[in-house]
């Protein structure tokens, strides 16, 4: 009898119901590319956050032409002190592998800062255009409209050359985060506002509203909160994008201004032709780090939008 018991027992107890996230993250691993793209990213920061822990040279800081090899090759060893440079030295002796874990630092930093800071601002306003609608609604919508006309790599650069000029003292790590959010939050505002739309007359936002929840918290706790899955593959799309422009707009000598070294300002050392004839790996290994970094956010971009979509089944 008591084995009949257990077995009914067995027999009529349910599983255990999965919450949400177990659920995302099952459908995240099947994706063997954002795993490794996962890796790499986590791999790239910590290193960039621990760099002055680990690099062994002032990555600013250039040596004497008497004491180190310039344009040096990877491998290369000071003669004159026994000092060894893992990626060889730039164009005036500055250890490489120390200029990128540096500048990888500000890349990735401004690569954050600024995909945070467009989140927030296309969340705020595209749930109040959603929301309320109607003259709200059409203001916000041509703002976004004005924002998203506008070329963005020239107006990044004109704005940069304003923003000198009118403000010298600005640094060009903040000027650069100020004019990426100024221009970069229309898009994630156009998204939250036609996913609040989509929300706003379902029946449980309309019993919310019966039982006396204020527009604040209808939108805070439910609207916001189910819109999360467009909005986290729009971000993680925002996060290379934005790499790519601070390493562009730094490219061309308007971005992060030398001493300070960024991926982008590390590919003018100290021009191309020198770079191709003497020290061709210089330009590779910025660029190898931008394309890695890149590559790795769209993958996990792309699995997060599957692992995200409700209508997938497991």
């Known amino acids: ?67 180190v090899q310039q344009n040096a090759p990877p491998g290369y060893t000071n003669p004159h002190n026994g000092d060894y440079y893992v990626l060889g030295t ?38 109040i255009a959603g929301f309320f609608g109607g003259l709200i609604d059409t203001i916000l919508m041509r703002l976004v409209d004005l924002v998203l006309s506008l070329p963005f790599l020239p107006t990044l650069i004109t704005v940069s050359i304003a923003l000198s000029a009118s403000h010298p003292d600005l640094s060009s790590y903040w000027k650069i985060v100020l004019i ?13 506002r036609a996913a609040v739309l989509s929300l706003r007359h379902l029946e449980y936002t309309e019993a919310t509203r019966a039982l006396g929840a204020s527009n604040l918290r209808i939108i805070v706790r439910h609207l916001l909160p189910n819109s999360l899955a467009p909005i986290i593959v729009e971000t993680t799309l925002n996060f290379g994008a934005f790499i790519v422009a601070e390493s562009s707009v730094s490219f061309l000598g308007f971005g992060i201004y030398k001493p300070a070294a960024s991926w982008g300002n590390m590919l003018t050392d100290p021009s191309l032709d020198l770079l191709v004839k003497n020290a061709p790996l210089q330009l590779l290994w910025p660029n190898l780090l931008i394309f890695l970094a890149v590559l790795s956010i769209n993958f996990i971009g792309d699995a997060l939008r599957d692992a995200l979509d409700p209508r997938l089944k497991m």
Do not use: N
């Not at 177990?22 to 920061?45: E, N």
């Not at 680990?54 to 040596?63: C, E, G, M, R, V």
């Not at 890349?107 to 749930?127: D, E, K, N, Q, R």
């Open 180 to 192: 990426i959010v100024l221009l970069g939050w229309g898009g994630t505002a156009r998204l939250v």
């Open 1 to 67: 009898m008591a084995s009949i018991a257990a077995i009914d027992r067995e027999q009529l107890a349910t599983p255990k119901e999965r919450g949400q996230l177990a659920i995302v993250w099952k459908r995240f691993r099947k994706h063997k590319l954002a795993l490794v793209g996962s890796v790499i990213l986590l791999a790239m920061v910590g290193l960039a956050a621990t760099a002055s822990a680990w690099t062994p040279y002032d990555p600013i800081q250039a040596a004497l032409a008497a004491d």
């Open 90 to 127: 730039d164009f005036i002796g500055r250890d490489v592998l120390s200029r990128l874990a540096y500048s990888g630092q500000i890349s990735l930093s401004i690569g954050f800062i600024c995909t945070i800071a467009v989140t927030l601002i296309g969340m705020i306003l595209g749930a």
